[in-house]
């Protein structure tokens, strides 16, 4: 995992957008974070829908199920508006019961709005180990989200 300063990893990160697409740079934020995958999600009534994946440990998985909202940590995104992060989720109160609670150990996503602002996604980082989420991980997250905002439509 490099840590690499905002200064340099956002303009990098526009650039592989720009020329390589959204894998491209699912992988690049991955590979700036200790989580294992980074995924873009929609929204599709109560279903989650994987738009684009990326797994660091197989890269040559490009997508993953799509799973009932409340069936993962993106509901929070969606229920608040708002980033969502858990560290350690067996540990975390606010997910007792969850589903995923025993394998999905931790997480970080932000909502991915539309141009006119309405949310239609998260972009996440995950993984199945506890970990932590830095805050330059989610300045990057929510970057990527910025960078999206025309993918809505």
């Known amino acids: 995992m490099a840590r690499i300063p905002n200064s340099e990893a956002i303009p990098r990160l526009k650039d592989i957008l720009e020329r390589e697409g959204v894998r491209a740079a699912l992988a690049y934020i991955n590979s700036l974070s200790s989580q294992r995958f980074t995924a873009l999600y929609r929204f599709g009534g109560k279903t989650l829908h994987n738009v684009c994946f990326y797994d660091r440990e197989n890269p040559a998985v490009t997508t993953c199920e799509d799973i009932p909202v409340t069936a993962s940590y993106c509901a929070f995104v969606r229920d608040t508006g708002s980033q969502f992060a858990t560290f350690d989720a067996p ?11 025993a394998t999905v150990r931790s997480y970080c996503g932000v ?8 949310m239609f996604g998260t972009v996440c980082h995950f ?14 997250l929510e ?5 999206m905002r025309n993918y809505g439509r």
């Open 143 to 147: 970057c990527m989200a910025g960078l």
């Open 111 to 118: 909502p991915l709005l539309d141009a006119e602002g309405r």
């Open 91 to 101: 540990e975390d109160e606010r997910l007792r019961g969850h589903p995923k609670q």
């Open 127 to 140: 993984d199945f180990a506890p970990g932590i989420i830095h805050p330059v991980d989610v300045e990057i």
